[in-house]
């Protein structure tokens, strides 16, 4: 990414009654140049910033994850949507990549966490089809979604 690029993201926000259920653009960039099972993607509409992705393979040999994660799988650790773009397939597309990221590689399973609260974005995720999986993850609920 590019100076520019970085400004752009760091600019993204989501709405307020979703404050604390993801971490700001510039942490989630920073943490993931530093972890070598982390990828981080802008999301565009054409030249303008929309949101933010950050996946990990959790194959990766230096990856490092709790016990009981599932070493088959693309997490997604971070998925901001800026809060004008919200409602529009911004978040949907960005779980497609994902979901063809992970194949690619051949990983049976797309894996994330998220704050189970109003406002959450638990229930998008499972209209997605991701499933609860029975634990919690640094007080947040884990979703998978199976790829085969």
Known sequence: MQQ??????FGLGVKETQQGFVAPNA?????????????AFGIWDGDQAVGFLSICDMAHPEAEFDEGDNSD???????????????QNVGREAIAFAQSHARELGRANLVLSAVDAPYGAVPFYEKLG????????HGEVDLLLALT
Request: hydrophobic share 45%; aromatic share 10%; no cysteine.
């Open 130 to 137: 991701f499933r609860r999986s029975g634990r919690m993850v």
């Open 73 to 87: 799988g693309i997490y997604v650790w971070r998925l901001l949507v800026d809060k004008a773009r919200q409602g």
């Open 4 to 9: 520019k690029d970085l400004r752009a993201l």
């Open 27 to 39: 942490v989630s960039i920073a943490q993931a140049a530093y972890d070598p099972s982390a990828t």
